[in-house]
């Protein structure tokens, strides 16, 4: 088994334990959390994404 492999098993488990004590649908959860990375990449590109000045004459 593979790093990878053992990780995602332990978040499928950890994620079923998480859910049964959040409360909260599945559908739900699952579009907060798309909704958490997309903010979050947009974020990170925004702040790695170069500075250009502009010259004003």
């Given at each position: 088994m593979t790093a990878e492999q053992v990780c995602r098993a332990l978040n499928q488990r950890c994620e079923a334990v998480f859910h049964?004590?959040?409360?909260?649908?599945?559908?739900?959860?699952?579009?907060?959390?798309i909704r958490y990375?997309?903010?979050?990449?947009?974020?990170?590109a925004k702040s790695h994404k170069k500075q250009r000045h502009r010259c004003v004459l």
């Open positions: 049964r004590r959040r409360g909260v649908p599945e559908v739900r959860h699952t579009s907060d959390l990375y997309r903010k979050r990449n947009a974020q990170a």
